[in-house]
């Protein structure tokens, strides 16, 4: 079996967005504030500087495509973070989030592995969806480097943050297969339960058309309609 296999993942999945910026209220009400900002350049410029700024107007860049200069901004977020205050726990996952999601978008492994490093110093609490999503991220990016070890234990480091992260077990049920050579029925299940997207990206991969007999063991558990027969055929 084949270890070379890449996952058959979406390396530009979106960093956890914080939901309120996401709604329309909140849209309008930032807009509103930033036109009226805008009118006194001293406190436009003092603003611009903040923690809470700096994050919100990250994802817009993003959107567009602006990767350097929303990496940059993640950056310094970063520097800005308190490592001693526990309020800014959210901040500096947010951050780091989003330059990772940067990094793969830029395809810099050398920002990758210096993102890995700083990452793995665990600042506290260590826990939550976006530190998820880096080490998720982190993971996949150390298999498609061929370092299988590294690839497993942040996988699990991943779990370890946030139990209910779907792709956390999709991962870990791919390495099992893939480098342990085992059976990733349970890590498929469990993804799963807590991301029922997952069934898809299953589905639909690759390399497992190839273990028709796991793909009928997870079709006895969760049956698709004739479209998305999980049957390779």
């Given amino acids: 079996m084949s ?5 058959f993942l979406n ?15 909140f849209i309008l009400f930032s807009r509103f504030i930033s036109s009226a900002v805008a009118k006194i ?19 817009t860049l993003c959107r567009a495509g602006n990767y350097v200069e929303a990496l940059e901004l993640s950056i310094s977020g970063l520097k800005k973070c308190d490592l001693n205050d526990i309020t800014d726990h959210y901040w500096r996952w947010s951050f780091m989030s989003y330059a990772v ?14 993102l890995i490093s700083m990452a793995d110093n665990r600042f506290e609490p260590f826990e939550g969806s976006n530190v998820s999503y880096c080490f998720c991220q982190f993971s996949h990016f150390k298999y498609v480097q ?27 049920g791919y390495y099992e297969l893939f ?3 085992g059976n990733p029925i349970e890590y498929f ?4 339960e807590r991301d029922n997207l997952i069934l898809a990206r299953i589905v ?12 009928d063991d997870l079709n006895k558990l969760y049956p698709l309609n004739t479209e998305d027969s999980l049957t390779t055929g």
């Fill in 189 to 192: 299940k469990m993804a799963i």
């Fill in 11 to 25: 390396n530009f999945d979106s960093p956890v967005q914080v939901p309120f910026y996401e709604r329309r209220w």
């Fill in 101 to 114: 999601y940067c990094a793969f978008a830029l395809d810099n492994s050398k920002l990758m592995n210096s």
């Fill in 146 to 172: 061929g370092d299988y070890d590294s690839a497993i234990r942040l996988a699990e480091v991943a779990r370890e943050a946030d139990d209910e992260s779907g792709k956390a077990y999709y991962l870990l």
């Fill in 3 to 7: 270890k070379s296999k890449v996952v």
């Fill in 41 to 59: 350049p001293p406190l436009a410029k003092r603003i611009s500087k903040t923690i809470p700024y700096l994050n919100g107007w990250i994802p």
């Fill in 204 to 215: 639909h991969h690759p390399s497992l058309q190839g273990f028709p007999n796991i793909l």
């Fill in 179 to 181: 480098i342990n050579e």
